[in-house]
């Protein structure tokens, strides 16, 4: 009986590193560079979209007002990029290259790893689709897309839902309610990822640390 009791202790101790680990914060950090010079209102509406997005996948978004070319903060840290933990949105007042219909683009190596996102605004702001949905909620439903982009890895577009390559109807119409969302599946790999980016960050450092003799 007192085995028994000991291997039960022993496999409560290992599970509580794993439960830690699931419970563990994941903190994002996005510099914004208002490059079309949406307002502040707009700019608003839209992190908190985005942040609402993010929140239910288990990941809390910190934002830097990184302003536009002709008035960037100084000392901000907006370009210390590293990925997943800090990522950068660019908005820009252009159209996509391929299609007035495409709102945002990604930029990521082979290993489906980047930290860059265009927003093409002024495709946005001037789509139908703002006539449906506010252009600060909208905006807020891009920007999370980009970011799932960049969180999932390559080809991480879905049938349906916010990672849809095509919002249809579907699609517009939760948006409208506010009630379009990454899929469960979805949510899990985004946490994971980072969980795991987090873990080869500390592991790294911890290497670091060790061989400089600290």
Sequence with gaps: MENAIR?????????????A??????ILTVSVFNDAAASPSVMSQAQNRATLILRRAGITLVWLDCG???????????CDLSF????????VSTSGPASADIFGQT????????NYALVYFGSLKSSNTSEVIKTGDLLGFVIAHELGHLLLGRDSHSATGLMSAVWQVNELRQASQGILFFTNNQQDRIRA??????AAVRK?????????GR
């Design 193 to 198: 990822r980072c969980l795991a980016a987090q």
């Design 107 to 114: 930029f990521q190596n082979a290993a489906g790893e980047g």
């Design 7 to 19: 291997t039960l202790s022993l496999l409560v101790i290992g599970l509580v590193p794993l439960i």
């Design 204 to 212: 790294a450092a911890s290497w670091s640390s060790t061989g400089s």
């Design 21 to 26: 680990a699931a419970d563990a914060p994941v």
């Design 68 to 78: 536009t070319p002709h008035d960037p903060p100084a000392n901000s840290g907006c």
């Design 84 to 91: 997943p933990q800090h990522l950068s949105v660019r908005l």
